[in-house]
Structures are given as structure tokens and as C-alpha cells.
């Protein structure tokens, strides 16, 4: 790994990382309506699809905000998901019945379409794009006129606790885990920050609305086991490498920054998500 960031092997990593974690992520968190993922039917809400819309679906992964949105389409109405990721794109395929309906591979980045959409929604995508600006570019320039987006994206650190009582610990064992510059989930999580990047691209009448969701994640072990085999199963084999005693100093500071959401030794995090809705 290059000690610069470097968009394109960050690319390529989460590719891989997609594609290695898609069927466990579809299994235990997307599919499951868990956590965060009670943001679905809200995204989908707030973007007021209509029978008749063509709707693309940005990052669609394994395809649970595509799925929902194929229920409220009818016989006219069409959706695109596209993703980096061969192999959540191929759980997608298999999971929806509607008629209308394409999953292509394809980078957000060099979004490649003629046609233009009434509808673009794209959830916990967007703080996975190096250039943030040029996707939303794009995304404007294949929207109908008065087309709407909806955007979904995680918390700042402070509001996603899952994440941060155990990267903040590994972080401060090992503080180049990750290649300075590097995107991280809670880019676009402070309101003012997701507002601006949304603006800066063109789109006006900008909404965020911010949701409190709950996550139960049972003792400890349960939230150290489940972590490390998803959140942070791309970096793991580098925490191996440093030996046990670093692996136990991390972790017995993440159960610390853990303990205020303990209860009856079972955790229970708090998970703020925000929806943002801007027509073109
Ligand atoms: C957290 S998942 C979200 C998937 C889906 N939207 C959902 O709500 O379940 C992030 C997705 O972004 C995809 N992704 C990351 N970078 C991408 C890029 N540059 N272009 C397209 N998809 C990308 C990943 O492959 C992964 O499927």
C-alpha cells in the first residue's frame, strides 16, 4: 500500500471488499431491516417515487433500496442499479421480481447513461466515492428537469458508535491503519458538510432530515466478532500482523469507549443516518 492516498487502489480495494462481504452484508444488515438499515423505507419515501418513474438506484449493492422501490413501480415505470460490485449486484439480480428492472456493473464515477432519470437515490454510497463532487456532477446531468435525488449517509463518529468505539481504539494503536486522505463513513455525516457537497454540484431546495435508529449488537464479544468480520474485515489481517498485545490494548480500550451503551451487558448504539432530499 502507497503511503498517499490513491483513488484508484482505494477503488479497487473496495471492489474486492465489496465482493468478498456482499452475501454476509446482505444477510446480516441489509436484508435484515437491522440498525441503519431501517433507513430504507424512509430513503425510499422521501423520494416520492411514482409509478410511471425511471429511477437509478447509485451503489445499489445487493439491491434492498431497489427492491423497495420496485414495489411501487408499475408496468410503465423502470430502475437501474449499478454497482462495483459483481457479486452484490448478482444477490440484487436474484432478489427482484419486477419486470423493469437492470443491474449493471459500473463506477460511479463514470456514470455511462444516455437516458435520463426522474429519480436518482443512492444510500450509504456516497462517502465511498474519492471524488464525492464529480458523482453528484453526473448524477444532475442525467436527471430530468425538476428531477429529485435521495441520499443516504451515516453519522459524523459521535452518532455512529459501532463504528467509532472500535476504530477510534485502533486508530490509536496503530494511527496508519489507513492511508491518510482516505474516505472514511462519517465524510458526510455533519448536516453542514453532506449540505454543501449537495450544493456545490447544482442541486437546489436541499432537505436533510436526521434519523435516530437503534442498534442492538449483544455482549462485547458478539460486537468484537461481529466487527471484525465485517466493518473491519479489509484491515484486519494488517491488526494480526501487530501481535497480540497490541490486538488486546485495542480492544480493551474499544470496551471502554463501549461501556456507556452497555446495559445488562447487552450493547445497545444509537446509529444517526441522514437523508438528503435536492431536486435538479
Ligand atoms: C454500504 S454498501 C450500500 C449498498 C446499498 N445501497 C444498500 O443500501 O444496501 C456500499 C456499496 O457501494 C458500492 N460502491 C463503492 N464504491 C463504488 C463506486 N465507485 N461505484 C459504484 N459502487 C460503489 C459498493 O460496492 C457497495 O455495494
Given at each position: 500500500?502507497?503511503?498517499k492516498?490513491n ?44 409509478p ?16 423497495e ?14 454497482d ?7 444477490i440484487?439480480?436474484?432478489s ?18 444516455h ?9 450509504y ?15 444532475s ?10 441520499i ?5 463518529q ?5 463504528v467509532s ?44 432530515k ?5 442498534y442492538?449488537t449483544g ?21 494480526k ?8 490494548a ?23 443516518v ?7
Amino acid at each position: 500500500m502507497s503511503s498517499k492516498f490513491n483513488p484508484i487502489e482505494f477503488k479497487i480495494n473496495t471492489r474486492t471488499n465489496w465482493n468478498t462481504g456482499a452475501s454476509q452484508y446482505y444477510n446480516n444488515w441489509a436484508n435484515s431491516d437491522v440498525g441503519p438499515f431501517k433507513s430504507t423505507k424512509e430513503l425510499v419515501k422521501a423520494a416520492e417515487i411514482k409509478p410511471d418513474d425511471s429511477v437509478l438506484d447509485v451503489a445499489c449493492g445487493t439491491g434492498v433500496v431497489s427492491k423497495e422501490i420496485s414495489c411501487l413501480l408499475g408496468n410503465s415505470g423502470n430502475l437501474v442499479g449499478i454497482d462495483i460490485s459483481r457479486v452484490a449486484l448478482g444477490i440484487a439480480k436474484k432478489s427482484i421480481q419486477f419486470r423493469n428492472v437492470d443491474f449493471i456493473e459500473m463506477d460511479a464515477e463514470n456514470l455511462g447513461f444516455h437516458a435520463k432519470f426522474d429519480k436518482i437515490v443512492c444510500q450509504y454510497g456516497l462517502m465511498f466515492f474519492p471524488d464525492a463532487y464529480k458523482v453528484l456532477k453526473s448524477i444532475s446531468s442525467i436527471m430530468k428537469k425538476d428531477g429529485k435525488i435521495a441520499i443516504a449517509v451515516h453519522g459524523t463518529q459521535t452518532g455512529v458508535p459501532y463504528v467509532s468505539c472500535i476504530m477510534k481504539s485502533i486508530l490509536h494503536h496503530i494511527p496508519d491503519i489507513r492511508v491518510k486522505g482516505t474516505p472514511t463513513v462519517h465524510r458526510f455525516g455533519d448536516p453542514k458538510d453532506l449540505k454543501k457537497e449537495i450544493s456545490a454540484a447544482g442541486f437546489t431546495d436541499i432537505k436533510i432530515k436526521k434519523f435516530t435508529f437503534t442498534y442492538h449488537t449483544g455482549n462485547f464479544e458478539e460486537y468484537w466478532e461481529d466487527y471484525m468480520n465485517s466493518t473491519a474485515n479489509s484491515i484486519w489481517p494488517k491488526i494480526k500482523t501487530k501481535g497480540i498485545e497490541i490486538v488486546n490494548a485495542i480492544k480493551k480500550e474499544a470496551e471502554q469507549n463501549t461501556s456507556p451503551f452497555i446495559k445488562n451487558e447487552q450493547i445497545e448504539f444509537p446509529w444517526n443516518v441522514l437523508i438528503a432530499t435536492a431536486y435538479k
